[in-house]
Structure formats: structure tokens, C-alpha cells
């Protein structure tokens, strides 16, 4: 192998510190091989097209093709949080995993916006009735003359004296019950979009 | 629907088995798998695409690795199919079979 000038030395060390960095989320045994296996690409490649030109713009070619260490790393991250946050019933994986999909492609950005909305209606259910006893005159569901005013936390400036709140104490358990139905409904559809984006899996992951 | 998002919509829904034919019957590497479909078919496919897949397709079981010390003294990981993997392609061929010949009988009655 042609020893190669220092400057080009430099460069391809940068961008695998730099790779390796941006690798965290991963296990330390992956990363090495994740890194490894490019430095390999990236040597190889150079060996091949020297005879093309200068060094340092064979260089950059082929790390341009790669891009940034940040966007080549981008899938790797993704892949790993979400399959290991569902082996693991990991929320904070998963949604670190759910965050980075949503950055990196359109259809991610979708799913991710959809569950955060779905999630955030299920979290608010349930506060609605833990709300009640805490605040019993501003939560409710709130008619008036027949014709729905609202369903939720109010302030008393909300409503004139002619809406009535028509549930009651009962208010506590239907919107538990719907806000921990909606959860694992949402639960269940978030586990299956993950799945589906690894379509070949077959059996649990095992490293 | 316009030409090149079909096309781009094929060839994502095509580049696995595409892979795991080139890993059939002889182990090989990331770079060469890259010069392969660069080479000789529609699969165009970069860098920041096929590492990260065969690490995926690695995580499902399907392909194994291996490293290897090259002549030139870069070690290279090696992919091969796993027994799972080998079970999985040939349904995946004989589907496409199936796929092609309908869809080219299709095409054969329009005209």
C-alpha cells in the first residue's frame, strides 16, 4: 500500500473521530465496526482512483459521497434506537429513535408528528380526570340547551349559567378509561410501524 | 405518477433481494457489492444506502459477517447469507419469477 501524504492522513482521521463521535447512542463493539468498516471503504477507494488525480480531491470526492459523518451515522442511530427500544420496551430509546426518523425523512416526519398528536391527546385525557377533583367547578363535559359547549378544563369565564356540566364525578373514570385506551392503542400501532420498517424481521433481534 | 419516483420506488422495493442474490453463493464485501450494482444493473445505490442496510439485514438475521484480511492489507467485512437468509432468498427468487412472468404476459396482451 502507497503511504499516503499526511494532510490526506489528517482528513480521513477527522472524519472517522468525528464518525465514531456521532455513533454514541451505540454499543462501543458496534461502533468500532461500523468505523472500521468504512475506514476500509474509504482506503480502498482511495487506493483504486489515485492514478485520477490529486490526492486530497480523491479524497474529498469520496468522503462527499458519504457525507457528513452526522448524516452517514443518521441511519445507523435511527435503526438502532428503534429496534432496541422495542426489545427493550425502551420509551426513551424509542422516542430518541421516533425524534431522529422524523429529522431525516418525510415519511418519518409523519409518523413521528402523528404519534406525538395521538400521544399527547391520550396524556391529556387522563389529566382531564385527575383535573376534576382538584378543580371540580372548571372540568366537565358542558352543555347548554342540548347542544355540546365543551369537554375539559374551562376557565369559570368559559361558560354563561345557563351550561350545565352533565357528567359529574363519572368524568374521572370515562376519561381514564379513554386516555389509557387510547395510550395502548397508539402503543400497539407505534409497534407496529416500527416493525414494519425492518420488513424482513423474524425472529427477536440477538446480538 | 411521474417516471423517476416509480423508479425510485422500484428499485427501493428491489435492492434487498438484489443484495442478497450478489451474497448467495459467495461471500463479499461492502465495496465490491457497491461496484457490482454500480456496474451491472439499475440499482444504483450509494455508500450511506447499502452499509447501513447490511448492517441492518445483518441485525435481522439474514446475512452474517466476517473479516478478512485483503492482500493489501485493508481488512474487509465479508457478508454471506445465514441459513435463515438462504431460506428466505430462494422464496424471494421464486416469487420474482412468478412476478416477472405475469407481469411480462401482462404487457405481452396489450399491446
Keep these: 500500500m502507497k503511504e499516503l501524504r499526511s494532510e490526506v492522513k489528517n482528513l480521513i482521521e477527522e472524519y472517522l473521530i468525528k464518525l465514531k463521535e456521532v455513533l454514541r447512542p451505540l454499543p462501543e463493539k458496534e461502533r468500532d465496526e461500523i468505523v472500521l468498516e468504512i475506514k476500509g471503504h474509504i482506503e480502498e477507494k482511495l487506493a483504486q482512483s489515485l492514478r485520477e488525480g490529486d490526492e486530497t480531491d480523491v479524497l474529498k470526492n469520496i468522503l462527499n459521497r458519504l457525507g457528513k459523518p452526522e448524516e452517514y451515522a443518521s441511519e445507523y442511530v435511527t435503526d438502532y434506537l428503534l429496534s432496541r427500544g422495542i426489545e427493550q420496551k425502551s420509551v426513551s430509546k424509542i422516542f430518541q429513535g421516533l425524534f431522529r426518523w422524523g429529522c431525516s425523512t418525510l415519511i418519518g416526519f409523519f409518523y413521528a408528528f402523528f404519534f406525538f398528536v395521538s400521544y399527547l391527546v391520550s396524556i391529556s385525557f387522563v389529566f382531564i380526570g385527575v383535573m376534576r377533583p382538584i378543580f371540580p367547578e372548571s372540568v366537565g363535559l358542558f352543555l347548554k340547551e342540548g347542544s355540546l359547549k365543551g369537554f375539559g378544563f374551562f376557565t369559570s369565564a368559559s361558560f354563561d349559567s345557563n351550561t350545565q356540566e352533565i357528567l359529574g364525578y363519572w368524568i374521572i373514570p370515562i376519561s381514564l378509561f379513554i386516555g389509557i385506551i387510547w395510550f395502548i392503542l397508539t402503543s400497539w400501532l407505534l409497534k407496529k410501524t416500527i416493525k414494519n420498517r425492518f420488513c424482513f424481521r423474524r425472529k427477536p433481534l440477538i446480538h | ?111
Design chain 2, 1 to 111: 405518477m411521474e417516471l423517476s419516483k416509480w423508479i425510485a420506488q422500484t428499485r427501493k422495493g428491489t435492492l434487498e433481494l438484489g443484495i442478497l442474490v450478489l451474497v448467495r453463493n459467495k461471500r463479499r464485501y461492502g465495496l465490491e457489492i457497491l461496484e457490482i450494482l454500480e456496474k451491472d444493473s439499475g440499482l444504483v445505490v450509494t455508500e450511506g444506502t447499502l452499509y447501513p442496510l447490511m448492517n441492518r439485514l445483518k441485525r435481522e438475521g439474514l446475512v452474517i459477517s466476517e473479516w478478512v484480511e485483503s492482500e493489501s492489507g485493508h481488512p474487509r467485512k465479508y457478508y454471506a447469507l445465514s441459513k435463515e437468509g438462504k431460506k428466505l432468498v430462494e422464496q424471494m427468487i421464486e416469487y420474482w419469477g412468478k412476478f416477472s412472468k405475469t407481469l411480462s404476459k401482462l404487457i405481452e396482451e396489450g399491446r
